[in-house]
């Protein structure tokens, strides 16, 4: 089992960057690929960056392509969202997840695919 806490969370400005953090306890970190997602008010959760269990990988919802950037650090069991150009669209609560079992080099963009979950951290861009 692992356990995830998000952080980096804030209110920004249109055009603005944030790094969300995503600590995981346990020592099998490596053994998991991870991924971000987002819940507006309103909205379903929807997919926004994965990244494979070596890091070699990654994979991205297509409205961030370009903006975000996910990373991993395994020695430091975190996962990182770099987000810049924040538009007010990308207002939500961003959750990181990790999906066991998977390929070393694979990725993973459903839901499904992910088994533990964090707390969420809210981000909010103004216009």
């Known amino acids: 089992q692992v356990q995830l806490v998000e952080s980096g969370g804030g209110l920004v400005q249109t055009g603005d960057s944030l790094r969300l953090s995503c600590a995981a306890s346990?020592?099998?970190?490596?053994?998991?690929?991870m991924g971000w997602f987002r819940q507006a008010p309103g909205k379903e959760r929807e997919f926004v960056a994965a990244?494979?269990?070596?890091?070699?990988?990654?994979n991205y919802a297509d409205s961030v392509k370009g903006r975000f950037t996910i990373s991993r650090d395994n020695a430091k069991n975190t996962v990182y969202l770099q987000m810049n150009s924040l538009k007010p669209e990308d207002t939500a609560v961003y959750y990181c997840?990790?999906?066991?079992?998977?390929?070393?080099?694979?990725?993973?963009?459903?839901?499904?695919?992910?088994?533990?979950w964090g707390q969420g951290t809210q981000v909010t861009v103004s216009s």
């Open positions: 346990g020592r099998t970190f490596s053994s998991y690929a």
């Open positions: 997840a990790a999906a066991p079992g998977l390929y070393y080099r694979s990725t993973a963009s459903r839901e499904g695919e992910y088994r533990y």
């Open positions: 990244i494979s269990r070596d890091g070699g990988s990654t």
